[in-house]
Nanobody
Framework: QVQLVESGGGSVQAGGSLRLSCAVS????????MGWFRQAPGKEREGVAA???????KYVDHVKDRFTISQDNAKNTLYLQMNSLKPEDSAMYYC???????????????????WGQGTQVTVSS
């Protein structure tokens, strides 16, 4: 059974940083893609960043140069380092895992099968 558990959210002032973690268990695919999504109240769930089993990464344009996705396979953990945070980054952040690689669809939520419960990020101005 695949389980994804996010942590690291919180409240921070604009310009600050947070690092989100996603503890992964039961996910044993050798070819895979994992991603971070976010959803603000009243908005669609948005793909923020993704990484596949070859280490290739993909970001939505408005977080490039501010967010970094990474993985520690030894610890079975996915990370999202978020710097220079803005109030518009406030949202519930979700970790997700797909079955196999997703190619160009890495930021498209419907290719992901497994989801965590989310961790809240609030950025104040």
């Amino acid at each position: 059974q695949v389980q994804l558990v996010e942590s690291g959210g919180g409240s921070v002032q604009a310009g600050g940083s947070l690092r989100l973690s996603c503890a992964v268990s039961g996910y044993t695919y050798s070819n895979y893609c994992m991603g971070w999504f976010r959803q603000a109240p009243g908005k669609e769930r948005e793909g923020v960043a993704a990484i596949d089993s070859d280490g290739r990464t993909k970001y939505v344009d408005h977080v490039k140069d501010r967010f970094t996705i990474s993985q520690d396979n030894a610890k079975n953990t996915l990370y999202l380092q978020m710097n220079s945070l803005k109030p518009e980054d406030s949202a519930m952040y979700y970790c997700a895992a797909a079955v196999g690689r997703t190619g160009d669809w890495a930021l498209y939520r419907y290719v992901y099968k497994y989801w965590g419960q989310g961790t809240q990020v609030t950025v104040s101005s």
